[in-house]
């Protein structure tokens, strides 16, 4: 299956265009953004379903804007990693929908316009993050992506909302910044920023550089995936933000760290100019502290959203742990969990929204008995539990037994227990909250009249709850669609 | 303690960091990977292919087109983030902040109504001369805008709200964007790639209409989003 | 090591000025003071891959009748001018987020707003 060439670039400009006419479009009347905001969604997730296809067929395939040569011109492009896409635009898709209502109740009107064109663009940067080949155009695509996060945390004006959106902004800034040090240094190295032409230039380079420029570049982007204990700004923002935002902001937006150590050790091990043992157990022990440490702090959250911001460390950790074990089952598990987790943490928070939204208690103290109210929201929420604790067959088992398996294959048995470690404490919060909202009797019986979430917000959780348990039994299909670009991935340092 | 962590921390930034560059090919030197790699064909195809003498302009707006485009999102990303932040705050204000300042001397007055004519000639200029001269969009752009903020200093609320047309206010703030990717379609539909300029000689003229129509884009827009976020901050005043 | 330093004195420049933003945003409280560091670290990276497009004795790369090369790598350059704006859309967003904090809180000092919350 061929696609039209610049169908790609499509997938990038058709977001950022339909965002920066969401304001003129909704200047009249505010739904009116939110119908435009969704058109666009829409109709970019019918492009991107098209690269996805193409690439599950005919594996990776790129396209220079201009029309010029690789080194020369700007390259994007397209392989198993970047179909991260599908899920980027179905994520959006539903917390638009979801958004409808909400943004109305918990939005000054005259900002709602501008909400939708915030979300746009930071999906529009997501989007151009995960298919460019040029390293400056990556760290442009981060800024449209990052400065609209903080601007999306802050949108809600609660009194300390302002607050985590500066901090989250200042260690955002920051952690850019290293990151785009380490592109200077590489452009200064190989004089050029197409990422698999510094890869194939860096071979002779001195080892000092290009250390401490790869170790710039992680370090930015373990900032960017909240990896303990570069997390601190992670819980506040992701709690306080509107609930579609959370969604988006802890399922895709710390993932963008993740695909950058994912482009990062592409680059890194094609070059083979060093090696790279001490980044990976660097990542191995933080992934397994940070799956440790989430956890143990989620326990003690009362605050719905609180304990799953903290879950969300908890989960990148095993991602990162993953990445750093650098055996074949163990990237594999990692790339697929970073499908798994959005969808499992979307639905969560999303069901999170929905409580808040009805009820507007967001503490389990608060919300005991809830799930006799608002069964269908509850019940979503109950299956995110089961599948992030990664209870078969839903969808967050087998990543976690393929990082487990890959822990066992690259002779770090140790890891594979603070995995197992990790998933029992999960468990205990999970299990803590479901028994809240379902057995614990209600703290004020005026909860057991609210209504269930409207059709809007609904829609979207079920669908989210019902892929959680899809790719669970289907879980097989990603599984095998990235194995060829983890094999390549590893190929040069003779793993796979 | 807290002084010796912060000491610790510098060092350890900063010692691998002066390492590193320490290795870095001589500063400098034309041999460097940076001078012999992709620049030369810049330099030495630049002004023929992509339609600017200003090799700086060539890539901004042509080999690494793409570039700027999302340069152009960022900034209006920052105006619809400021505006998300700022417009509608609910009013807890804490603190009351003077309502006026010191009223505005009559030499800034008179300094900036003589210069203001100037100011708008000198950013036509550079937005237009871009890809001869040093200049461009943006900064043509942010001298527009510059000279907004001046006249917001010397004026009433009323009188500076007039400043910025009132009605397709919201297109022009996204000019800049807007322009970027009707010069890519145009591209798409001359060549067959998004943002591919006609080359050649008898089309010379095609390419350097793209280019000025993406050059006055980004100039308004960006004129039009500094202004916005100026005005936008001042409003809570 | 320190003759190679020596060498390459403009990038060890970048390096102290990128350390003394570190320092500032680490230490000051006050969250203009913060950004302000923030923005001497950008300038810093800026500073540093504008410098890696020197060419000793090079001339500006605008073409035309009379320029000679060796000319500046105009890559860095054209990179730069896409960071500055990114960083000027930071900023505006941090001082959006300043004024708001200021107006809820009636203080920008990081520390007086923990005891607040």
């Known amino acids: ?496 | 303690m807290k002084r010796a962590l912060v000491i610790a921390l510098l060092l350890a930034v900063a010692v691998p960091l002066l390492i590193a560059v320490a290795d870095l090919p001589p500063h400098g030197s034309p041999d460097a990977p940076a001078h012999t790699h992709v620049a030369p064909r810049y330099l030495e195809r630049g002004a023929e292919e992509a339609g600017a003498e200003n090799i700086v302009t060539a890539v901004i707006l042509n080999y690494r087109g793409l570039d700027t485009l999302g340069e152009v999102t960022v900034i209006f990303t920052a105006m619809a983030a400021v505006l998300a932040v700022l417009v509608g705050a609910r009013a807890v204000t804490a603190l009351d902040t003077p309502a006026s300042a010191l009223p505005v001397s009559m030499i800034v007055r008179f300094i900036v109504r003589v210069l203001a004519p100037f100011i708008v000639l000198f950013s036509i200029y550079v937005v237009l001369n871009g890809h001869v001269t040093p200049g461009g969009g943006f900064q043509g752009g942010t001298i527009a805008g510059a000279l907004v903020i001046a006249l917001t200093l010397i004026m009433s609320d009323e009188q500076a709200a007039r400043l910025l047309p009132r009605r397709p206010e919201r297109v022009l703030q996204a000019a800049a964007p807007l322009a970027f990717i009707m010069t890519g379609v145009t591209g798409l539909l001359l060549t067959g790639d998004f943002l591919g300029y006609p080359v050649g000689h008898e089309s010379a003229l095609v390419a350097t209409l793209m280019l000025t129509f993406v050059e006055i884009g980004i100039g308004v827009g960006g004129a039009m989003v500094i202004a916005t976020i100026f005005r936008t901050m001042g409003a809570g005043r | 090591m320190i003759a190679a330093l020596w060498h390459n004195i403009d990038y060890a420049a970048c390096v102290v000025l990128f350390c003394i933003g570190l320092y500032t945003v680490i230490t000051k409280h006050n969250l203009i003071k913060k950004f302000m560091g923030l923005n001497i670290m950008e300038t810093a990276v800026f500073a540093f891959i504008v410098a890696t497009g020197v060419v000793e004795g090079g001339n500006a790369p605008i073409m035309g009748p009379g320029v000679e090369p060796p000319f500046i790598n105009p890559l860095p350059q054209a990179l730069i001018l896409t960071g500055i704006v990114v960083a000027v859309s930071t900023t505006a967003l941090a001082l959006g987020l300043v004024i708001r904090i200021w107006h809820q809180c009636g203080t920008i000092e990081a520390d007086e707003l923990r005891e607040a919350e």
């Open chain 1, 1 to 496: 299956m061929t696609t039209w060439p610049p169908l790609l670039v499509a997938v990038v400009v058709v977001p950022i265009l339909g965002a920066v006419l969401t304001p003129v479009v909704g200047q009249w009347r505010a739904r009116r953004a939110a119908d435009w905001a969704l058109g666009t969604m829409l109709l970019t997730s019918v492009v991107a379903l098209l690269l996805v296809a193409r690439v599950a067929d005919g594996g990776p395939f790129s396209y220079v804007a201009g029309g010029w040569e690789v080194p020369y011109g700007i390259e994007l492009r397209f392989d198993e990693f970047s179909a991260v896409t599908a899920i980027i635009c179905l994520l959006g898709v539903l917390a638009i929908v979801f958004s409808r209502r909400y943004a109305e109740h918990a939005l000054p009107e005259v900002r709602i316009p501008y909400y939708y064109a915030l979300l746009l663009l930071n999906l529009a940067g997501m989007l151009g993050f995960s298919i460019t080949g040029d390293l400056f155009n990556l760290f442009v695509f981060m800024e449209i992506l990052s400065l609209s996060g903080y601007a999306l945390v802050a949108v809600s004006g609660e009194k300390i909302a302002e607050m985590a959106a500066f901090k989250y902004l200042v260690m955002g800034a920051v952690s850019s910044i290293a990151v785009l040090f380490a592109i200077g240094m590489l452009y200064a190295l190989t004089g050029s920023l197409n990422m698999a032409d510094v890869a194939s230039r860096l071979g002779g380079a001195p080892v000092a550089p290009v250390a401490v420029a790869f170790g710039m570049m992680a370090l930015g982007f373990m900032v960017k995936a909240a990896i303990f204990p570069l997390h601190i700004w992670l819980p506040d923002a992701h709690a306080i933000a509107p609930s579609p935002v959370s969604a988006i902001l802890s399922g895709l937006v710390v993932k963008v760290g993740i695909v950058g150590m994912l482009r990062l050790y592409q680059i890194a091990y094609t070059s083979r100019a060093l090696d790279l043992e001490a980044l990976n157990t660097v990542l191995m022990w933080l992934g397994a502290l940070s799956i440790v440490m989430g956890a143990f702090f989620a326990v003690f959250q009362d605050d719905v959203k609180m304990m799953l911001a903290y879950s969300t460390i908890s989960n990148i950790g095993y991602i990162v742990m993953g990445l750093g074990l650098a055996s074949s089952a163990g990237v594999i598990g990692a790339s697929v969990h970073v499908f798994n987790h959005a969808i499992i943490k979307a639905t969560l928070f999303l069901g999170a929204g929905a409580l808040i939204f009805r009820t507007g208690k967001r503490t389990l103290t608060d919300l005991a008995g809830v799930g006799h109210a608002m069964p269908w929201t509850v019940a979503a929420i109950s299956v995110g539990a089961i599948s992030i604790v990664g209870i078969p067959p839903t969808a967050g088992f087998l990543c976690k037994w393929y990082i487990a398996l890959g822990a066992v294959e690259a002779g770090h048995p140790f890891f594979a227990f603070a995995l197992v470690f990790g998933a029992l404490f999960i468990f205990i919060y999970y299990i803590r909250m479901v028994n809240a909202f379902y057995f614990r009797p209600p703290r004020d019986p005026a909860i057991l009249e609210v209504r269930e979430a409207p059709a809007s917000m609904l829609v979207p959780i079920l669908v989210l709850a019902t892929l959680c348990l899809v790719m669970g039994v289907l879980g097989r299909i990603p599984l095998s669609f990235i194995e060829p670009a983890v094999t390549r991935l590893l190929a040069p340092i003779g793993g796979g």
